[in-house]
């Protein structure tokens, strides 16, 4: 625990502007980010006595090395570093919300020749239009259907379009009327936009104008006597209102806002938001946090607001939203997001009529949201420790471990091989720390040498980061046990005794060019491989559970401890025991160790698959310095096969477009260098078999 006092800035060092400031800890990773009106005051606060601080604060504060600050013009820059920086270091005790779930939006797709219509979830794209979230994907999909009868826009895969266009024949829904079927020119690309188009501006909201001209119309035709004509643009105008009244109407004036409700208690936070547009409920989406930082209700929507559009331009920031509280500083937050709007923003808290009503609505979501979270995670965490509790116990360790690391091997027959280590944290899988590693001290199947591979390059990463950051001094293990001599330290399956006695620091801290990089400068980021385990898992039995260990001994690491799960009878085995540790089948310890070693397993085979279906695609072209997909692509199309290519000369190959004599030479040279010694025999018929390598090798 260090003393703030140590690291405390001189009185007038700090300036009196508006600034930024990090705290880091002894290793330099950030842990807190804050901005300030004035750096001075702010930063001066957290060096007061230790008991007059917030308990978390104080955490912080002990936690903390060194402290930081840049100085910025505005308030409103100073949003927007707080805002960068969070979102770059991650820092462990801001406020981070964290969504319940993934949310679907309906997008279309503008940057495209030909829009299309889908349900997309994750990251935004540019050049998308979306709307909502919705709770749910099938709402989505209702709504289109509804919809697609007055506006046929497209909404096949890409695939789809491509194959319709090659054979002149439009998919069932261009029979059907439900697309315009713009892939067999029924429309031209200037039309099927408009046709998209419309569809956005009546999901934005302006749906009075569109069905008021459909109903004159309709009006029109039943006066002209064109009653089939008529009779369809009533079914039109039924679907846009069914598809309107799937969002009921809350605000009368067709406000375009998002409202925001805050259930907070000691420890956590839930955050429910509205989103209106034209006055309807167009979506909804929660998140639920820890209040790792003491953070008032004002702080809580402030962060709310910088994770909710940090990264939305445009009209995807409405021109109103409604708070519980304000911002520290709501000027600054509504100038910031008046940037990304491109125009005035309204933040406010709703004081009487509809809007305080809809408020009161949203509020009573965020306290069922919390209350809901807090029911599962009692319940999960519950489940959780007793999980980590029995594992200590059954393996004989001082504490629960609260980080576990599993690693699997996976191959085809000997090819292929590839290993994955997957991290639990507090019986979470915490994917952001899954590794994937391809095996290259051998060639060939072996398990065993594959496991002791693995463990030593992790544990070699582990020790360099500990010896670059100071954490470790380089200095040999102490004592002569097992750690560091005897049989404990021999080397893999099949190599040899390794020697024994104590390993010298600079091979601890070693490892093969091809395993490591050049370490990065102190930024503040978290660090791949920088966080050691309690316990390794490895899947398999005992000769698995000992190349682990023997790992571990050559490095002189002894405070990890290992166990493997082998898959026949879930066994659990340790290192230097004869007879494995039998759980329960009831066991919740032996639920989370096989949900990890599947998880393991699960993870290794998935990058095997890719792998290998990487090396099937591969290509003799692949070799070719500054080929590109595009163009060999180009050539393949142009004769066909690479059997062709292989015959053609230089100069037919600079016949296809984009490629330069220099590039033909290239490729002559490396199709000459891959081309079979000679014809494949039917050694059964004696019959020569052609060669057929339309793009594979």
């Not at 489940?383 to 393996?395: D, G, H, K, P, W």
Request: glycine share 8%.
């Amino acid at each position: 625990m260090a003393d703030p006092s140590s690291y405390r800035p001189k009185p007038g060092q700090i300036p009196d502007s508006p600034g930024v400031y990090k705290f880091r800890d002894e290793h330099r990773r950030v842990i807190y980010v804050g901005k300030a009106k004035n750096l001075r005051q702010r930063v001066a606060n957290y060096f007061q006595d230790l008991a007059n601080l917030h308990p978390r604060t104080r955490t912080m504060v002990t936690t903390a090395a060194s402290v930081e600050w840049t100085v910025v013009s505005t308030e409103v820059e100073a949003l927007q570093l707080e805002y960068s920086w969070i979102k770059e270091f991650d820092p462990r005790f801001n406020v981070k919300y964290r969504d319940d779930k993934s949310y679907p939006y309906l997008a279309v797709t503008l940057d495209e020749e030909f829009p299309r219509v889908q349900v997309m979830r994750g990251a935004k794209k540019k050049g998308v239009r979306y709307f909502g979230p919705y709770g749910h994907a099938w709402a989505i999909r209702e709504t289109v259907d509804l919809m697609l009868r007055v506006f046929p826009v497209r909404t096949c895969s890409a695939g789809v379009f491509k194959n319709a266009e090659r054979t002149g024949r439009p998919c069932l829904l261009g029979y059907i009327g439900k697309c315009s079927a713009p892939c067999v020119g029924r429309v031209t690309p200037e039309e099927h936009r408009e046709l998209a188009e419309d569809f956005c501006d009546f999901m934005a909201g302006r749906t009075g104008a569109y069905i008021r001209r459909l109903e004159k119309e309709m009006a029109r035709a039943a006066e002209e006597m064109e009653y089939e004509r008529a009779a369809r643009l009533r079914d039109d105008v039924g679907a846009l209102k069914r598809a309107m009244e799937k969002s009921a109407v809350v605000l009368a004036d067709a406000t375009d806002a998002d409202l925001i409700a805050v259930a907070e208690d000691e420890l956590e936070a839930a955050l429910q938001i509205f989103h209106v547009r034209g006055g309807r409920v167009r979506g909804q989406r929660g998140w639920v946090t820890d209040k790792v930082e003491a953070v008032d209700t004002s702080g809580l929507v402030e962060h709310a607001l910088q994770q909710l559009y940090g990264e939305e331009r445009g009209d995807a920031v409405p021109k109103e939203v409604l708070v519980p509280a304000l911002p520290e500083d709501p000027e600054a937050v509504s100038q910031w997001l008046a940037e990304r709007r491109g125009s005035q923003v309204s933040l406010r808290i709703p004081q009487r009529g509809d809007k305080k009503d809809l408020m009161a609505t949203v509020q009573r979501n965020a306290q069922q949201a919390l209350g809901l979270h807090k029911t599962k995670r009692a319940s999960d965490l519950t489940t959780r420790s007793r999980a980590l509790e029995e594992i200590a116990e059954a393996l004989g360790l001082d504490a629960a471990p609260l980080r576990i690391e599993c690693y699997d091997v996976s191959h085809l027959q000997g090819d292929d091989v590839v290993a994955s280590m997957v991290v639990f944290e507090d019986g979470l899988a915490r994917k952001s720390e899954y590794r994937r590693f391809q095996i290259k001290g051998f060639e060939g199947q072996d398990d065993v040498r594959s496991m002791h591979e693995v463990i030593g390059r992790r544990f070699k990463r582990h020790l360099q980061e500990k010896e670059r950051t100071g954490e470790w001094e380089g200095q040999p293990p102490s004592g002569s046990g097992p750690a560091a001599t005897g049989p404990a330290a021999a080397g893999p399956a099949g190599s040899g005794p390794a020697p024994s006695g104590p390993v010298p620091a600079p091979a601890i801290a070693a490892a093969a060019p091809d395993d490591l990089t050049e370490p990065r400068e102190d930024d503040g980021r978290p660090r791949r491989f920088a966080y050691p385990p309690q316990l390794v898992v490895v899947d398999g039995g005992q000769p698995q559970v000992a190349a682990a260990q023997r790992a571990l001994d050559e490095l002189g690491i002894d405070d990890i401890a290992v166990c493997g799960l082998a898959k026949r009878l879930e066994e659990v085995w340790l290192p230097d025991d004869d007879d494995p540790v039998v759980l329960p089948r009831s066991s919740e310890g032996l639920y989370l160790l096989q949900r990890i070693r599947d998880e393991a397993h699960r993870f290794a085979i998935t990058y095997q698959r890719a792998k290998r279906a990487k090396r099937i695609r591969s290509s003799p072209l692949d070799d070719v310095a500054g080929l590109g997909e595009t163009r060999k692509q180009a050539l393949i199309k142009h004769f066909g096969s690479v059997k062709k290519l292989r015959q053609a000369t230089i100069d037919e190959i600079c016949e296809v477009p984009g490629v330069g004599r220099r590039t033909a030479e290239s490729v002559a040279v490396a199709l000459a260098a891959t081309a079979p010694a000679g014809p494949a025999v039917n050694t059964a018929t004696g019959e020569i078999i052609e060669e057929d390598d339309g793009g594979s090798s």
